[in-house]
C-alpha cells in the first residue's frame, strides 16, 4: 500500500472517531430539546435555540479537550436554571411574560446569579481564559433559555442578567495576596 494512502486514511479515521465522540451530546440534548419545545409551548424557539447549541457544542468537543470540559461545565450550569424556568412556566399558567418585579422574575436571577458563579469558578478550575469561562456562559445561557422561552423574552432576560452577573462576581473578584 501506498504511504499516502495509509496517512489520508489514518487521518478520516482519527476525525470521523472525533467527531463520532462530539456527537455523543446529541444523545442528552435532543431529547431535552424536544421536553422543552412540548413543555414550554414554544415550539419554534425551542427548536431554533436547541439547533444552534447542538451545533456550538459540538463544534467544540470535536475541537479539543478543553472545549469538551467547558460543553460540560456550561450544561451543568445551565441546567438549573432550565429548570427554573420550566418550573416558572408552570406556576405562570395564566400570565404570558414575566414582569421585572415578578416572584418569578427573582427566582430565575437568583438561580442564574449562582449558577453564573458556580460555572466560572468552576471553569478557572479546569480550564484557563477567560475566553473559556465566556463560552462556558453562552452555552449555560443557551441551555438556560430552551427552559424559559416558553416563560418570555423578559424572563430569558433576567436569567440571562443572572447567570452574567454571577460569572462577574467571580470573574472579577479582588485577589487577596499569598
Same mark, same amino acid.
Given at each position: 500500500?501506498?504511504?499516502?494512502?495509509?496517512?489520508?486514511?489514518?487521518?478520516?479515521?482519527?476525525?470521523?472517531?472525533?467527531?463520532?465522540?462530539?456527537?455523543?451530546?446529541?444523545?442528552?440534548?435532543?431529547?431535552?430539546?424536544?421536553?422543552?419545545?412540548?413543555?414550554?409551548?414554544?415550539?419554534?424557539?425551542?427548536?431554533?435555540?436547541?439547533?444552534?447549541?447542538?451545533?456550538?457544542?459540538?463544534?467544540?468537543?470535536?475541537?479539543?479537550?478543553?472545549?469538551?470540559?467547558?460543553?460540560?461545565?456550561?450544561?451543568?450550569?445551565?441546567?438549573?436554571?432550565?429548570?427554573?424556568?420550566?418550573?416558572?412556566?408552570?406556576?405562570?399558567?395564566?400570565?404570558?411574560?414575566?414582569?421585572?418585579?415578578? &416572584?418569578? *422574575? !427573582?427566582?430565575?436571577? @437568583?438561580? /442564574? #446569579?449562582?449558577? =453564573?458563579?458556580?460555572?466560572?469558578?468552576?471553569?478557572? %478550575?479546569?480550564?484557563?481564559?477567560?475566553?473559556?469561562?465566556?463560552?462556558?456562559?453562552?452555552?449555560?445561557?443557551?441551555?438556560?433559555?430552551?427552559?424559559?422561552?416558553?416563560?418570555? &423574552?423578559? *424572563? !430569558?432576560?433576567?436569567? @440571562?442578567? /443572572? #447567570?452574567?452577573? =454571577?460569572?462577574?462576581?467571580?470573574?472579577?473578584?479582588? %485577589?487577596?495576596?499569598?
Amino acid at each position: 500500500m501506498d504511504r499516502e494512502l495509509l496517512l489520508r486514511r489514518g487521518r478520516r479515521s482519527y476525525e470521523q472517531g472525533r467527531l463520532r465522540a462530539a456527537l455523543r451530546v446529541a444523545w442528552w440534548l435532543v431529547p431535552l430539546v424536544l421536553t422543552c419545545a412540548l413543555t414550554t409551548g414554544a415550539e419554534e424557539a425551542c427548536a431554533c435555540i436547541g439547533v444552534a447549541l447542538l451545533a456550538g457544542v459540538v463544534y467544540l468537543r470535536w475541537r479539543d479537550r478543553a472545549g469538551a470540559e467547558i460543553v460540560a461545565i456550561g450544561s451543568v450550569a445551565g441546567a438549573p436554571t432550565l429548570v427554573a424556568g420550566l418550573a416558572v412556566i408552570l406556576l405562570q399558567q395564566s400570565r404570558v411574560a414575566t414582569s421585572l418585579v415578578s &416572584a418569578e *422574575a !427573582v427566582i430565575l436571577f @437568583s438561580v /442564574g #446569579l449562582f449558577a =453564573g458563579a458556580w460555572l466560572v469558578w468552576r471553569a478557572s %478550575r479546569r480550564v484557563s481564559g477567560i475566553t473559556h469561562s465566556l463560552t462556558g456562559l453562552a452555552i449555560a445561557i443557551a441551555t438556560m433559555a430552551l427552559g424559559c422561552a416558553g416563560a418570555g &423574552a423578559v *424572563a !430569558v432576560a433576567v436569567a @440571562s442578567a /443572572g #447567570l452574567l452577573l =454571577g460569572g462577574a462576581s467571580i470573574a472579577f473578584r479582588p %485577589r487577596t495576596a499569598a
